[in-house]
């Protein structure tokens, strides 16, 4: 590098060094050591660097991943180890005959150890290290023949640039998954909902649209993420002898490993690993569409060898699958408590996602539109992570002739009230109000909840019953309920009445903030019942409050003032409010700290970037005597983000995940009304 100074040259080398390796511990570890202000000051110091001396722009230059030059297409590039695919197995005697196979041909008669490893649902890719350096992105394509993508990887941030030793192979191929977490497809989905564009099925094919983004800046505002499972080709290095090696040898290189995977000893452990992944697969922030399991030793791999395109030492047992075909044979408009109408789709009923799926929620007119769907069509459901199962697609070539077309009623459903749509608003409601006996089934529901006032036993058949036979037609009047009058009804002997009597009587004494969050107020969650609680102390006083007066507490907008103000302004929500007061229904004031009354109580904050006024260890200090918790990273677990001067990476994440950010005059002022400041 002739004219650049050796001095620049080395400085230049640490700051790579130091952003890769503090990028590492960020996407990879999660767990990062310095503040986001001080990573943005040494990227910036860096890019200063390169724009100064432009040679000294490398490619495993931390300053690449925010996408280059768009491309005028991908060039192929061919797999000199062909990536192959898997066989698959359904149930577990499939798991065993292959097992079986595996065994009888290495003619062994012991235990073999296998490697359990969760089946990505994404895109797999080659990546190939010259000298530790990342120099080749490819997708597998046909197997053996792929797309260079390496812009689009260098993008990603779980990618190592350059691996973490200082005596690489001197040419490593990387295989693994990229995909799009849970919240990332999320996300990606509301915007394209938000700006009229496409909306991706799931995030299988929202990761390999994302990467097939001939702008890599593109790609880079997709918050991708890949996950290692192989080694492809390897020189001047000698592999390891087993599988599970080669993953501790990858994670050490800087490569992220699915956190699930595992080593059985046998194949029972590996039938047990099926049903313990298949428990959590809900849970998990990315979908997973099976198990991989590999015979962990290599030397046996080798003996095993491939049939056509698959190995014989390796197998994927599929999950139950997450999206299937059905016909959608009715729409029906059920009524909320708010009296939002909302069209649900009857089907026919579908195993999807691991259980039978009779109904999927439509949304809304918008939503109904855009999928252009009809009754008679046959639909895509999608039911994954989110529990409430989706459609997601019409089958245009299986609509029949006598597909009918879904029309939005005028009238509730329920009461026949006239529905209405404010402008803005994407939802449908029925003007009844508490005339509407859904929306009074839905809001005894809601009181009764297990967040709300705890009644058990209340269930929702119950409550309709209730409602049904006029014996309940607003909430006090579940305390004046007889014995007899419970004891009579459907399915309800006179233990259960007993106990439904208990129930209520214990739900009487409860906190103000349950007391708020159950009345149902528009837009008052929990969290908002427990700064207005917080705030006014008692009830009496948030009844009194202006608009102004609301919008003084910490996460109370316009929207929310005006919706707790009406509520408060309407004669029989205060009178049911008295009766429920008359009935008993007591709390303690909030003076006391109680944990669960502190405003932050359960709530988890990220301090980020420099304050200026109050030191972030002060800060940390007094979020954690409101009850917050204080954490070093971003995640969707985070309920608020406060970003202080030349916040980057945290703020970034925080406003991917849509969460609340505060800046530092906010928070000082927040202090201030919780007298702390
Ligand atoms: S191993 C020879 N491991 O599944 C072994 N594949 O049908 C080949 N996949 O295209 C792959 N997670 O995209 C392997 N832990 C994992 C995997 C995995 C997801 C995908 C991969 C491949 C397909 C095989």
């Not at 922030?285 to 080798?302: E, F, H, R, S, T």
Request: hydrophobic share 40%.
């Amino acid at each position: 590098m002739v004219g650049v100074d050796q001095a620049v040259r080395e400085e230049a080398a640490i700051l790579r060094q130091q952003l890769n390796d503090h990028n590492h511990l960020y996407y990879v570890l999660d767990d990062p050591s310095i503040p986001d202000a001080e990573y943005d000051r040494l990227m910036r110091k860096l890019q200063q660097l390169e724009s100064e001396h432009p040679t000294l722009k490398t490619a495993d230059s931390p300053t690449q991943r925010v996408g280059g030059e768009p491309l005028e297409a991908f060039k192929s590039v061919v797999h000199e180890v062909p990536m192959l695919s898997l066989d698959n197995a359904f149930s577990d005697e499939d798991l065993l005959a292959f097992h079986r196979r595996v065994t009888e041909r290495l003619k062994l008669s012991g235990p073999l150890a296998y490697v359990c490893e969760p089946k990505l649902d994404g895109v797999a890719v080659s990546l190939l290290y010259q000298d530790g350096v990342l120099i080749r992105g490819a997708t597998r394509g046909d197997g053996s023949t792929g797309e260079n993508i390496t812009e689009n990887v260098r993008t990603i941030n779980s990618i190592p640039l350059k691996l973490q030793t200082d005596e690489p192979p001197s040419l490593l191929e990387v295989r693994g998954e990229i995909y799009l977490p849970r919240t990332g497809f999320e996300k990606l989905n509301q915007e394209a909902k938000a700006g009229g564009g496409k909306l991706f099925v799931n995030p299988r094919n929202a990761a390999a649209g994302s990467l097939r983004q001939l702008d890599s800046k593109i790609t880079a505002s997709r918050s991708l993420e890949m996950a290692a499972y192989s080694l492809g080709r390897i020189e001047g290095l000698q592999p390891p002898k087993t599988h599970s090696k080669t993953l501790v040898l990858l994670k050490g290189w800087g490569f992220l490993i699915n956190p699930h995977v595992e080593v059985a000893g046998d194949i029972n452990d590996c039938l047990s690993y099926y049903q313990k992944l298949l428990g959590i697969r809900d849970q998990l922030p990315c979908d997973i569409d099976g198990i991989v399991y590999k015979v962990d030793d290599i030397g046996l791999q080798q003996r095993l060898g491939f049939v056509a395109r698959a190995p014989r030492w390796a197998i994927a047992r599929k999950f139950p699958a997450q999206e299937e075909m059905t016909q959608l044979l009715d729409v029906e408009f059920q009524v909320g408590r708010t009296g939002a109408v909302t069209p649900v789709a009857r089907l026919e009923p579908i195993f999807v996602g691991g259980v039978t799926v009779s109904n999927a929620t439509l949304h809304n007119q918008d939503e109904v539109v855009r999928l252009g769907v009809k009754v008679g069509d046959t639909v895509i459901v999608r039911r994954a992570g989110d529990v409430i199962p989706k459609v997601v697609k019409v089958v245009l070539e299986k609509r029949p002739a006598t597909a009918k077309e879904i029309i939005f009623p005028l009238h509730c459903p329920v009461c026949d009230s006239p529905v209405e749509r404010v402008e803005g608003e994407v939802v449908t409601r029925c003007s009844g109000g508490l005339v509407c006996s859904a929306q009074r089934k839905q809001a005894i529901k809601h009181y009764a909840s297990r967040k709300a006032m705890d009644i058990e036993g209340l269930g929702d058949k119950l409550v309709d019953q209730l409602v049904d036979q006029n014996l309940v037609t607003a909430v006090d009047d579940l305390y004046g309920l007889k014995l007899d009058q419970l004891a009579g009804l459907d399915r309800m002997g006179n233990k259960s009445a007993q106990n439904l009597l208990l129930a209520l009587e214990a739900s009487k004494t409860t906190t103000l903030p349950r007391f708020l969050y159950a009345l149902g107020i528009r837009e008052v969650g929990e969290a908002t019942a427990r700064s207005l609680a917080k705030h006014f102390g008692h009830m009496a006083a948030l009844q009194q409050a202006s608009q102004e007066d609301l919008q003084e507490v910490s996460d109370v907008g316009p929207v929310v003032a005006h919706f707790v103000h009406d509520f408060f302004a309407q004669s029989e929500n205060v009178e049911i409010v008295h009766k429920l007061s008359d009935a008993g229904i007591c709390w303690p004031d909030i003076v006391s700290d109680g944990d669960q009354l502190l405003p932050l109580a359960g709530q988890t904050w990220v301090l980020t970037g420099g304050m200026d006024v109050m030191g972030r260890s002060e800060a940390k200090e007094k979020l954690q005597q409101l009850g917050a918790k204080v954490a070093g990273s971003v995640s969707v677990k985070t309920d608020c983000v406060v970003a202080g001067a030349g916040a980057g990476s945290k703020l970034k994440k925080a406003e991917e995940l849509d969460i609340r950010v505060l800046d530092e005059a906010a928070l000082l002022e927040f202090l201030r009304k919780n007298d702390l400041f």
